[in-house]
Each structure stands twice: as C-alpha cells, then as structure tokens.
C-alpha cells in the first residue's frame, strides 16, 4: 500500500557491519529483537519471555533506523517502517485504522520487523485539558498499546520504536508486555567516529595525506549522519576542483561546512 510516512523494504541490504561505534546497541539488538525471532524455541527451554518491543532513544542521525534495518536484513524480514508523527499529521481520524493495517500487513508478511519512528508524536503524556485532536492521537495510541498486549512475543514479528524524546513518553508504553527494553543510541565517541568515518569513505578514492582520525578528532558533535554528510561534501569538493580523488583540504573545508550549519541550526532552535 502506498501511503505516505509508510515505508516497505521487502529486503534490507544494511548489515551490522555499516554500523559504527554501536556494539554495545548492535549485541542488545541481536538479543532482544533477533535471537526470539530466528530461536524462539531458546526462550521457551529456558522459560523466560523475551521482550515484546524494543525502544531506542537518542540524538537523530544516530543509527537507530540502520540497526532496526541490519536486524530485518539478518533475520530475512520485511522491514517496515511507519513515521508516527507524519501518520498524525496526515490521516486525521484514521490513526487507528492505520495502526491495525500495519499489524495485519506484518502477519502477512512474516517474519516482519516493524519500526515506529518518532513514536512520541502518537505517545507523549497525557497533559491536561484535551482537544480534539490529542483525543484522536490517543486512541491512535490506544490502538498501538491494544495491538502490542494483543501479540505473541515468540511470533515472527518484532517491534522497534524510536524516539529523540524519551523524557516525554507516555508510561503506559514501556510497561512491560509492550516497549519494556530501552536501548540508548547516543552521539559516537572519538573512536566510534572514526569507525563511522571509515565505513563511509570506503568506496571513496582518498589522496594519502587525509587524516580520519583528524577529521574524527575535530568533528565534536557530530552524528553518523553528520559524518556521512562530511564524507559526501568533501568528494563534491573534489569534483568541483576537477580532482579524481579527495584531499585533506576537501575534508577540512567539508568539516567546516557540515559543522558550521549544525551551529546555525542549534542556534535556531534554543
Ligand atoms: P532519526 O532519529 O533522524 O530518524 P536515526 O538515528 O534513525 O535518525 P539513521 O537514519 O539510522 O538515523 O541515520 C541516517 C544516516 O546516517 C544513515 O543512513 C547512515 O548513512 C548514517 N549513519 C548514522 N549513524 C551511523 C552509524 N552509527 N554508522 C554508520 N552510519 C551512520
């Protein structure tokens, strides 16, 4: 079905190793969301219940669609990811509805992982004084809760969410039986960095003297998105300049640009 904030990848390409700088997130994801997928019958020997849906929180552009993607590449899954917050903007008064077709589509497609991304637009506490609207996003809510206590945690379809505000979600979500595992997925350390820097520019023809390391050092806040764009602006410089591979300046002056726009954002914001 093609409806938009709706995406289907009958099969995802990324693997674990795309990933940089996430192996703590990668293992707890290959045990909460593949190992009851692919060994349902471990958790029933062993007599525990594995967990029913996954949340990762963190900055955006920190990885958490790849990883929700490697885990439907590993498992043979579907992926199929829904935008909580366009869903709300979009289809007024069918969020619901909308929520059910999913469900249904992923049974249909097992095994399936769906992703929930900005799951607080539809999730956020309950504040006081309602309009119409927030009752609307409410019962999209109440459809996704009902749908999640309504499922089997050894089936084929596994859940993930994903939010940048952790500090603004309902507590009925994470209850257990439905988000009760919380992975967080911050911005990469120096080292995580460089591994993201590497896995970008692997394809890409470098002059001897770029540094990654360098531009790891020197890229402070940056995100796995962040860095992708560096790696991206730094060979547009190259072909601006004619060159048929990239140097250190093209990495420096890429550095500079990317940064530079994320300052001006964040000064925007606060
Ligand atoms: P959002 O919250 O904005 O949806 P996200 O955390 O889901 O962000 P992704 O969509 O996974 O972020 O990342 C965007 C792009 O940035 C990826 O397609 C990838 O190219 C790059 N990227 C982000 N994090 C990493 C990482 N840890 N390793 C390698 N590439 C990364």
Not at 48 to 72: E, H
Not at 127 to 140: A, H, I, K, P
Not at 237 to 256: G, M, P
Not at 258 to 267: F, G, Y
């Amino acid at each position: 079905p093609l409806v938009s904030g709706m995406e289907i990848d009958e099969k995802p390409s990324i693997t674990y190793d795309e990933i940089g700088g996430l192996k703590d997130q990668v293992l707890e994801t290959v045990e909460t969301v593949e190992l009851p997928l692919k060994n349902p019958k471990i958790f029933e020997e062993v007599g525990i219940t594995p967990p029913k849906g996954v949340l990762f929180y963190g900055p955006p552009g920190t990885g958490k669609t790849l990883l929700a993607k490697a885990v439907a590449h590993e498992t043979n899954a579907t992926f199929i990811k829904i935008v909580a917050s366009e869903f709300v903007k979009k289809y007024i008064g069918e969020g619901s509805r909308l929520v059910r077709g999913v469900f249904e589509l992923a049974k249909e497609k097992a095994p399936a992982i769906i992703f929930i991304d900005e799951i607080d637009a539809i999730a956020a506490k309950r504040l006081q004084g309602s309009t119409s609207g927030d009752r609307e996003v409410q019962r999209t809510l109440m459809q996704l809760l009902a749908e999640m206590d309504g499922f089997e945690s050894r089936g084929n379809v596994g859940i993930i969410a994903a939010t940048n505000r952790p500090d603004i979600l309902d507590p009925a979500l994470v209850r257990p039986g439905r988000f009760d595992r919380i992975i967080e997925v911050p911005v990469p350390d120096e080292d995580g960095k460089l591994e993201i820097l590497k896995i970008h520019t692997k394809n890409m023809s470098l002059d001897v003297d770029v540094d990654l390391k360098y531009i790891a050092q020197n890229a402070k806040s940056a995100s796995g998105a962040d860095l992708k764009s560096i790696c991206t602006e730094a060979g547009m410089f190259a072909i601006r300049e004619e060159h048929h591979s990239v140097s250190a300046k093209n990495f420096e002056d890429a550095l500079e640009k990317v940064m530079h726009k994320n300052k001006d954002k964040s000064s925007k914001e606060s």
